[in-house]
């Protein structure tokens, strides 16, 4: 049973760091696709940031060269390293994976939520000014 729970949300100020991390059980790295989306309140979920079996990664634009994805394999968890934060980085942020996007060779955060088959329950980040 595929399994991510999320940690490491908070509030903090603009300008700060927050590290968030998704611990994962029931699968193996090489067979899934992982990725990081948010929803802010009254917006729809968008994926983020994605990491394939190679580590190969995406990022939205609205996060590039402030946010990096990562995975340790052997501790079974992903990570979000977000830098320079923002207000507009206000949001509910979740981790998810696929099976099918790692096979058909297609992970990406371009990827919309119907495609992604497990999630976590979320974890809350607020950026104050």
């Known amino acids: 049973q595929v399994q991510l729970l999320e940690s490491g949300g908070g509030s903090v100020q603009a300008g700060g760091s927050l590290r968030l991390s998704c611990t994962v059980s029931g699968f193996t790295w090489d067979n899934y696709c992982t990725g990081w989306f948010r929803q802010a309140p009254g917006k729809e979920r968008e994926g983020i940031a994605a990491?394939?079996?190679?580590?190969?990664?995406t990022y939205a634009d609205t996060v590039k060269g402030r946010f990096t994805i990562a995975k340790d394999n052997d501790k079974n968890t992903l990570y979000l390293q977000m830098n320079s934060l923002k207000r507009d980085d206000t949001a509910m942020y979740y981790c998810?994976?696929?099976?099918?996007?790692?096979?058909?060779?297609?992970?990406?955060?371009?990827?919309?939520?119907?495609?992604?088959?497990?999630w976590g329950q979320g974890t809350q980040v607020t950026v104050s000014s």
């Open positions: 998810a994976a696929d099976p099918s996007l790692a096979e058909l060779g297609i992970c990406s955060v371009k990827i919309g939520t119907a495609g992604w088959d497990y």
């Open positions: 990491i394939d079996s190679r580590s190969s990664t």
